[in-house]
């Protein structure tokens, strides 16, 4: 057994959370629970007052928190200390969103001095593109971004890009390619004017499998519509550390933008990554998205963790994974342009978390990071809704709401807030079997079919959720809100002792990969491995041949 589960506070919590009554009951006992279980921090307002969670609750969460030394391992993070013990790196995302006057030392070397030059360069060169100083080969100015890259590289450009469309700078488009799919490459290039394209490669080692060859498709379209090797340099950007490959490649060194090792992929949009971002949305709302982020690093690392909203959230999270066999928790955003947060939100967590030993390498005695997913409202709740109210599983779940819309039309904004509360007050309260009759009194039914079709209608409720409101979809609030769940990550796997900043898994799926691709091409033989791995090569090969 770990060290976690044997301590009398985990244990404590055991008893204790089989003993809560239902969230009905806590809200009836207390009118002030609304007011008590809310928090605000960095212009983000967090109600976490339909939990199943009394005072007592969050006191022993508060106390097993301390027991795990969290605020001791937030400083070390913070600080550059090397918690990424597996890969020897200190974990500094943190530092990306520093502002000029601070100072971080990592090996002696003052790394927001490196991180503010990064930044001037993107201002640079975002200013020559959103001018139309910048030109394309033929002399036309650049109309269309393409971002390549996979995982961080991809996801998080793409979606915050997209959460921040209103920003967008309307003389220019971006598109983002990830997958390796040809299809995925060939769909995006279709409509577009090579004269008049920006390509941004991003990978830290510019050999990245599926990065690098959707890379070079790109430059083989760029060629065939009229471009050369020379007209490279005004076409194409990277994000990399490996400088000597990207000039290779025809990139010009000027337009080489760096990454660092302290900085994980699924943490990297506040780096140069964030360049097709930037571009977008112009160098001052992207200053300002690192603002919001920042504001919610020293909210996380300066407040007591009783008013912490990380702390808080990833508390919760912990409880229903540990105490209430929760396997997957949901993510509800009811606003459009943040649809593509979930996904989002799944990397970084799962990725993060997922793992089943400790640092010292223990195997873990109880459940780590949740399964991810979610979607839009109100979409949701004419689909999986459904299992989140009636289903035997319990889902805990994030709803995400700004107050005002970028786009107000009618009605529309006020049905969409009517849905998420009323959502979030269905999860909480359900229906009873004698609430269910009631609602059937007046109808022409029997009264063996009322009390049949009643049990259908009876749900339990006491199904946890989170509201986050905001008042708009702004950079900075969207920082904080990313942040906020960067932060709250950190504090699951702090407290499970786990590294959250590797990713072994991935990486054995990378090895694997290149392998098999060598099978497939017949210079290996693909007889040495499984029947199964064999038999799908060799069916690939045949339709190849």
């Known amino acids: 057994m770990t060290e976690l589960t044997q301590s009398q506070t985990w244990n404590e919590l055991v008893a204790h959370t089989e003993a809560l009554p239902h969230m009905r009951a806590l809200f009836e006992s207390d009118p002030q629970r609304f007011d008590k279980m809310s928090t605000t921090a960095c212009d983000l307002f967090l109600d976490y007052s339909k939990n199943r969670a009394s005072e007592e609750t969050l006191s022993l969460l508060f106390k097993l928190a301390e027991e795990c030394k969290l605020e001791s391992k937030i400083k070390a993070m913070f600080d550059g200390d090397v918690i990424n013990t597996t890969e020897k790196r200190a974990v500094l995302h943190t530092a990306l969103r520093a502002t000029p006057g601070q100072k971080i030392l990592l090996d002696g070397v003052d790394i927001v001095q490196e991180v503010q030059q990064a930044q001037a360069q993107m201002a640079s060169f975002v200013s020559s593109i959103t001018s139309g100083d910048w030109k394309g080969?033929?002399?036309?100015?650049?109309?269309?971004?393409?971002?390549?890259?996979?995982?961080?590289?991809?996801?998080?450009?793409?979606?915050?890009?997209?959460?921040?469309?209103?920003?967008?700078?309307?003389?220019l488009n971006c598109h983002f390619v990830g997958n390796v799919d040809g299809t995925s490459i060939t769909e995006k290039l279709k409509p577009l004017d090579a004269e008049t394209t920006l390509f941004i490669m991003s990978s830290k080692s510019f050999g990245t499998q599926e990065t690098l060859t959707n890379t070079l498709s790109?430059?083989?379209?760029?060629?065939?519509?009229?471009?050369?090797?020379?007209?490279?340099?005004?076409?194409?950007?990277?994000v990399t550390s490996n400088v000597a490959k990207a000039t290779e490649f025809g990139i010009d060194a000027n337009n080489i933008f760096p990454m660092w090792d302290?900085?994980?992929?699924?943490?990297?949009?506040?780096?140069?990554?964030?360049?097709?971002?930037?571009?977008?949305?112009?160098?001052?709302?992207?200053?300002?998205?690192?603002?919001?982020?920042?504001?919610?690093?020293?909210h996380f690392a300066n407040t007591p963790l009783s008013e912490n909203m990380p702390v808080i959230m990833g508390l919760f999270s912990l409880l229903y994974g540990n105490f209430h066999n929760a396997q997957s928790h949901v993510v509800l955003t009811y606003d459009h342009y943040l649809r593509g947060l979930p996904a989002y939100f799944q990397q970084l967590d799962m990725e993060s978390n997922g793992k089943s030993v400790t640092l010292d390498g223990t195997q873990v005695d109880f459940s780590t990071g949740p399964v991810i997913w979610g979607g839009e409202?109100?979409?949701?709740?004419?689909?999986?809704?459904?299992?989140?109210?009636?289903?035997?599983?319990?889902?805990?779940?994030?709803?995400?709401?700004?107050?005002?819309?970028?786009?107000?039309?009618?009605?529309?904004?006020?049905?969409?807030?009517?849905?998420?509360?009323?959502?979030t007050q269905a999860l909480m309260q359900g229906r009873s079997y004698e609430e269910s009759l009631t609602e059937l009194a007046g109808s022409t039914l029997s009264e063996n079919d009322k009390r049949t079709i009643a049990k259908h209608k009876v749900m339990q409720g006491n199904k946890p959720s989170?509201?986050?409101?905001?008042?708009?979809?702004?950079?900075?609030?969207?920082?904080?809100l990313i942040a906020l769940y960067e932060h709250r990550t950190f504090v699951q796997g702090a407290i499970w002792d786990i590294n959250s900043f590797d990713q072994w898994g991935v990486?054995?799926?990378k090895n694997l990969g290149n392998d098999v691709l060598e099978r497939l091409s017949a210079t290996a033989d693909a007889t040495e491995l499984d029947s199964s791995s064999n038999g799908l090569i060799n069916m690939f090969r045949q339709q190849t041949i």
């Open 466 to 480: 989170n509201t986050i409101l905001m008042d708009k979809l702004t950079p900075a609030t969207l920082g904080s």
């Open 218 to 238: 790109a430059k083989d379209w760029f060629i065939q519509q009229g471009g050369t090797q020379s007209d490279i340099a005004q076409h194409f950007v990277a």
């Open 507 to 509: 990486e054995l799926g």
């Open 137 to 171: 080969y033929t002399g036309k100015p650049i109309t269309d971004i393409v971002s390549i890259g996979i995982g961080g590289s991809f996801l998080g450009p793409k979606i915050v890009s997209q959460a921040l469309r209103p920003y967008w700078n309307k003389a």
């Open 262 to 298: 302290w900085v994980g992929g699924r943490y990297s949009l506040w780096s140069a990554i964030g360049l097709p971002i930037a571009l977008m949305i112009g160098m001052d709302n992207f200053r300002e998205l690192l603002n919001g982020a920042h504001q919610m690093d020293q």
């Open 377 to 423: 409202g109100t979409n949701g709740q004419h689909a999986y809704h459904q299992l989140l109210h009636q289903g035997t599983a319990l889902i805990p779940a994030d709803f995400i709401m700004p107050l005002k819309s970028h786009n107000p039309l009618g009605e529309h904004h006020k049905q969409l807030a009517s849905n998420c509360f009323g959502q």
